[in-house]
């Protein structure tokens, strides 16, 4: 696959508005230098920006290019703490390069038919400590039909060689330290999955995520043949006929039930269930972790508590549920899970529960700062497009805000916001 003549000059233009950022960002950071490199391959475009300043300690943000691939990434020097200031200007220079690669990538597609699968996806996060993510799809296809998934399972299953090439564009430097999530549609569906996590071992990934429903992993040699690795797998429900229901499948909850074991007996894997609250599993959260914790034992396990995405609450809007009437459910089993000695994982992503909702919202807030610049804060969406992400004017003053990503704007119009509650910092009184 050879970069096109009509990429070329799409990117050459693109270079050009870097090289015009420093006159752009002369407000927020007066004298800031901006250095390039930027090298040409036969599949893939890459550039360097660095943004050198004494108070940004020499910041870079990286931006690769490969043919229908777009991915940022801000690189911090370990162990430097940023500063207010020094924040709101690296967020600004985000906000700057995403508006560009966006009016790229229109440019691109209206010029140009993309051929191929995208696969790579990179998930982008602000600040020293907040780790970096890098999504995987190797097939859009599925043994379940989530009404809620937000992806689009268009049947198509990426190649080998394609698989190969993304691995290949990512930053050899960074695969040591970076989580390679696997993903789908549904990645044991691949025909070559073993191949692929051997692949993705021999180009230097060492912590290496499997996102699935495990169904297909209740065989116990199916696990044993990928080893060691990390696993993120969806299960929504304790109760078969509920699980059934909610996955539009049949029969699938006991292989789903023995992959999960599988997954735990084989030892060094580390496992994190992923529940997607909605309407009907709700009120049985507490229950379900029971469940879980009676799966598990002894071995350890994590959860994430994820809300319906944009996507999913347009498909199935019967499926949303109200944050106020979920909360007590969500911090009872909160409670259970402290109890029973299980982890939670952050609340944070797009997919996360605002934290607001929580008893204890700051044992739960993750490390990673998000850009707000797509949030927009107003307390009434009704008849607003669904474009970015929705919070209430109140909640700029929240001592949580850069950490959360609020709720959708389908959402929003659905539910409103009256149950999003800004936590301020508590005040100490003088002695």
């Known amino acids: 696959m050879e970069v096109s003549l009509a990429e070329r000059t799409h990117f050459a233009s693109l270079v050009d508005a870097f090289e015009r950022l420093p006159i752009l960002l002369r407000a927020p950071l007066e004298k800031v230098q901006c250095s390039m490199r930027s090298d040409w391959k036969p599949d893939y475009i890459r550039t360097k920006v660095c943004f050198h300043k004494d108070s940004l300690r020499r910041i870079g943000i990286v931006v690769r290019i490969l043919t229908g691939q777009f991915s940022v990434r801000c690189v911090v020097p370990e162990n430097v703490a940023l500063s207010i200031a020094e924040r709101r200007a690296l967020r600004i220079i985000l906000r700057v390069i995403q508006r560009l690669l966006a009016s790229f990538e229109r440019r691109l597609s209206a010029s140009e038919p993309q051929s ?137 909850f006991r292989s789903a039930v023995s992959g999960i074991r599988n997954i735990l007996e084989a030892g060094g894997n580390q496992l994190t269930i992923n529940i997607v609250v909605n309407s009907l599993n709700y009120a049985e959260l507490p229950g379900h972790i029971d469940f879980i914790d009676q799966l598990r034992h002894p071995h350890p396990i994590a959860i994430f508590f994820s809300m319906l995405s944009e996507v999913g609450l347009v498909r199935t809007p019967d499926l949303g549920v109200d944050l106020g009437q979920m909360a007590p459910a969500l911090n009872e089993s909160l409670e259970r899970c402290r109890k029973y000695g299980i982890r939670v994982e952050p609340f944070s992503g797009n997919c996360a529960i605002p934290l607001c909702q929580l008893r204890v919202p700051g044992a739960y807030r993750g490390r990673a700062e998000y850009p707000q610049d797509d949030v927009r804060y107003q307390d009434d969406f009704i008849g607003c497009d669904k474009r970015g992400r929705a919070k209430r004017l109140s909640c700029k003053s929240c001592l949580h805000d850069q950490y959360c990503r609020g709720v959708c704007v389908s959402y929003a119009q659905r539910f409103g916001l009256d149950t999003l509650r800004p936590i301020r910092p508590t005040r100490t009184a003088p002695s």
């Open 116 to 252: 191929g699968i995208r696969l790579v996806k990179d998930v982008l996060k602000v600040g020293p400590d907040s780790g970096h993510e890098t999504v995987l799809r190797i097939c859009f296809t599925c043994n379940q039909r989530c009404g809620f998934c937000f992806v689009d399972l268009s049947g198509k299953t990426a190649s080998l060689d394609e698989i190969e090439r993304s691995l290949d564009f990512m930053d050899p430097r960074a695969r040591s330290a970076e989580v390679l999530t696997i993903s789908g549609g549904e990645p044991t569906t691949h025909p070559r999955l073993l191949e692929i996590v051997e692949l993705s071992r021999r180009r230097g990934f060492r912590k290496i995520k499997l996102q699935t429903n495990a169904v297909h992993l209740s065989r116990r040699d199916r696990v044993e043949k990928l080893g060691t690795m990390m696993f993120f797998v969806s299960f929504h429900s304790h109760r078969p006929e509920l699980y059934d229901q909610l996955t539009r499948s049949r029969g699938q």
